[in-house]
């Protein structure tokens, strides 16, 4: 068997980042959605991480952070495999949510 990465067609949608339901300002774990290329990593920047921090990606397919985003703004930034990048700031989340990036790769 063999297999390649192909990027996905474009659907005209922005990429999404959905908060797990058990996400807080001390532990945060979040999925990138609607991407279409596969991500090298998820990185977040905010009162906790002064410096580009990479998330712990999970089985599941979540991006973690043990620290968690606090409750002040905070900024996400995500690489695909091919190198584009998308970066993202917010003021806040709720666990659960989905909110909407600026963009999608092209």
């Known amino acids: 068997m063999s297999w390649y990465v192909t990027k996905c067609p474009p659907n005209g949608e922005n990429i999404y980042y959905q908060f797990k339901k058990d996400s807080n300002p001390w532990w945060v774990a979040l999925w990138v959605r609607n991407i279409s290329l596969p991500l090298a990593f998820v990185e977040v920047k905010n009162k906790n991480h002064s410096e580009w921090y990479k998330l712990r990606r999970e089985r599941d397919g979540s991006y973690v952070d043990d620290k968690g985003f606090g409750t002040d703004a905070f900024s996400i930034r995500i690489t695909a495999i091919d190198g584009q990048?998308?970066?993202?700031?917010?003021?806040?989340?709720?666990a659960g949510e989905?909110?909407?990036?600026?963009?999608?790769?092209?």
Not at 85 to 94: C, G
């Open 85 to 94: 990048v998308i970066e993202d700031t917010y003021q806040s989340y709720n």
């Open 98 to 106: 989905l909110l909407k990036s600026s963009g999608q790769f092209e």
